[in-house]
């Protein structure tokens, strides 16, 4: 049973007072099989240590995914609920959290286009976690393939509440010449909506500067879709070729509405067709999201595609593009594509997602990747992740290898930010964070964790880190976008005050494309 289902308007999890020590033992007893578990699959492919900015000890829990305290019917096993103000229709509570690692942005790249246009975005297309991960993080990085775990955390304003931040890293991306070839497909959008500025013009730009910045040995292929969809130029070596595949993105022009069903479904029959060994072979999607024509449901046109995405391991990543932009299909798609998204607004962002980034859209370095988070009830009396709701997995799910998790490659981290209330006067072990994934060659079962201490909490966020800092005012304007009132929030005000000095702080000039954004919500109000 998942402990946080909350979305905008839904409340937090809240966690019983009594009996604590004894489900705390059954936590411990099972975790103890869990960590026998753990040595048999070994961890050869992440850091031989945990890593956390608390004074770690060691033997704490590890998560136990079969450790419940209360069933999705509402019955209680260990205890009643308590009665505080925030306890309105709450769940009962088994202080774990399961999600699968996601590390899309495009949710907050539109965010970003509809304020810098006078609008604010729909709030059902603000997605924290996708705030949360478009900012550099400096966790510490494995030497091969996994994760390393950072847990770390600051009291906010609000009394007893924290912000707990779990830091997943990847190894960093080998050199350009070290990566592994690429099969790449792009699928792209020419249906009549892509006319305008900053959509097919966009596209065809970043097409033409990936084209000059990837190896000889990779190779490209291009489908086009509007009202149906055409391979326009098979997979092709780019060694030798890289005229042909200039001018057939030259030729790319809009046509008339947007059968993106058809796009998928003849993309991925071109990847699989072109489907090259030893190499990653991937699917790329660019398109504004607008599908009007045949089948416009996600799960019905990956369906479709099911014996491609699975048998053969083609991944899909979407680069949503244009003003009016069709974010949840794209983000629902890439989900179920076992990949991710992003947004590109302007010829800065191309360049970054296509060129910048290229290391990290093609190579792979865990295959479903799923964190779990258990949180002490002797310490912890609330607890809610910020965003992921499209992400969640149940808890006891969380070993089985058959459920998919998130794909992720090098360069990369994922945070997860969670709002948790510490008991009154509590004081010691508060959570372990682990992160399980497969091997993207032999599909080896591996997993890390990393602990927290309620001592180690930093006494104030304007005394934390900046890079925590940065994290805790992207999640506070993703939640003041979105109106559900994260504990701690200062209001947009404040957040912009702290985002440029900040960025004064950083020197990073996605800290101060942050602020600005910020500066721009507090015009639209």
Not at 309 to 335: C, N, P, Q, W
Not at 366 to 394: C, S
Request: proline share 5%; charged share 25%.
């Amino acid at each position: 049973m998942e402990t946080d289902r909350t979305r905008p308007g839904q409340e937090y999890a809240h966690h019983r007072t009594r009996k604590p020590r004894r489900l705390r033992a059954t936590l411990l007893a099972l975790t103890a099989a869990g960590g026998l578990l753990l040595t048999a699959c070994g961890a050869g492919g992440g850091s031989d240590s945990n890593t956390s900015n608390a004074n770690n000890r060691t033997g704490f829990p590890a998560p136990a995914p079969a450790v419940t305290s209360g069933g999705d019917d509402g019955s209680e096993q260990d205890g009643e609920q308590t009665g505080t103000p925030d306890d309105k229709i709450a769940p009962p509570p088994d202080y774990l959290s399961t999600f699968a690692l996601d590390v899309d942005t495009a949710s907050y790249g539109y965010a970003r286009r509809a304020l810098a246009e006078g609008r604010r975005p729909d709030p059902s297309t603000i997605r924290p976690e996708e705030f949360v991960n478009s900012f550099h993080q400096d966790y510490d990085r494995p030497d091969g393939n996994g994760f390393t775990v950072t847990v770390d955390g600051a009291r906010t304003d609000k009394s007893d509440w924290s912000l707990v931040r779990v830091g997943l890293a990847t190894r960093t991306a080998d050199s350009a010449t070290e990566r592994p070839p690429a099969a790449l497909t792009f699928v792209i959008d020419v249906s009549g909506s892509m006319s305008e500025t900053g959509r097919l013009d966009l596209a065809k730009k970043s097409l033409d500067e990936m084209t000059d910045r990837l190896h000889d040995d990779d190779s490209v292929a291009l489908v086009t879709f509007s009202d149906e969809a055409e391979t326009v130029l098979p997979m092709t070596r780019l060694g030798g070729h890289r005229g042909q595949v200039h001018d057939a993105v030259d030729e790319l022009e809009t046509q008339s509405s947007t059968n993106l069903g058809a796009g998928v479904e003849t993309g991925y029959a071109t990847a699989t067709e072109g489907l090259r060994k030893g190499a990653t072979n991937r699917v790329v999607l660019i398109s504004d999201g607008l599908a009007n024509t045949g089948d416009t449901k996600a799960d019905s046109i990956l369906d479709r595609v099911a014996h491609e995405r699975r048998d053969h391991g083609i991944t899909l990543f979407g680069v949503g593009v244009g003003s009016d932009y069709g974010d949840a299909l794209m983000e629902k798609l890439a989900d179920k594509g076992d990949g991710h998204t992003a947004y590109v607004a302007n010829d800065a962002d191309a360049h970054k997602v296509f060129v910048d980034q290229l290391p990290q859209n093609i190579d792979l370095t865990a295959r479903d990747a799923k964190a779990q988070v258990a949180f002490d009830p002797e310490t912890v009396a609330q607890f809610r992740l910020i965003g992921y709701e499209d992400r969640k997995v149940a808890d006891d799910d969380f070993r089985n290898d058959k459920v998919d998790g998130g794909e992720i490659g090098p360069g990369h981290t994922v945070t997860a930010l969670y709002a948790v209330r510490t008991r009154p006067g509590a004081d010691g072990y508060l959570a372990t964070a682990s992160v399980r994934w497969l091997d993207p060659n032999t599909r080896a079962p591996h997993e890390e964790s990393g602990q927290l201490e309620t001592d180690a909490l930093h006494d104030s966020l304007n005394s934390a880190p900046a890079t925590f800092q940065v994290t805790a005012v992207a999640a506070y304007f993703a939640d003041t976008l979105r109106s559900t009132e994260l504990p701690g929030n200062p209001g947009l005000g404040e957040l912009a005050s702290r985002a440029h000095t900040l960025a004064e702080e950083t020197e990073d000039k996605d800290v101060r494309q942050l602020a600005e954004a910020i500066d721009e919500a507090r015009r639209t109000d």
